[in-house]
């Protein structure tokens, strides 16, 4: 079973910064794009940034400059580097990744989630 398992969510304060991580495992080959997504009570969930397997990033226009992915191939998980936090970046966020099983089978999967919350 291939599944994604995201951490590092927690409460902090405006300004302050946060890690998340979320590594995939089980019979992978491979994984092709990673992103992170995040949603907030009432809104769609929204794409926060993304890499590809070669490491090129995209990213959410208004979070540039503030947020960072990353990945660690060896490692099949992926980063999310979160710095200047606001209040409005409170949301649940979510991992998704292009995964290739030694089957051969490709799957979209996403992870449990994991909660930020930014006190002002």
């Known amino acids: 079973q291939v599944q994604l398992v995201e951490s590092g969510g927690d409460l902090v304060e405006a300004g ?3 890690r998340l991580s979320c590594a995939a495992s089980g019979s992978i080959l491979s994984i092709n794009n990673m992103a992170w997504y995040r949603q907030a009570p009432g809104k769609q969930r929204d794409l926060v940034a993304a890499v590809t397997s070669a490491g ?11 947020f960072t992915i990353s990945r660690d191939n060896a490692k099949n998980t992926v980063y999310l580097q979160m710095s200047s936090l606001k ?3 409170s949301a649940v966020y979510y991992c998704n990744a292009d995964v290739v099983a030694t ?18």
């Open 56 to 66: 090129t990033t995209a990213y959410q226009d208004s979070l540039k400059g503030r």
């Open 87 to 89: 209040p409005e970046d």
């Open 103 to 120: 089957t051969r089978a490709r799957f979209t999967l996403w992870g449990q989630g994991t909660q930020v919350t930014v006190s002002s």
């Open 16 to 18: 302050g910064s946060l």
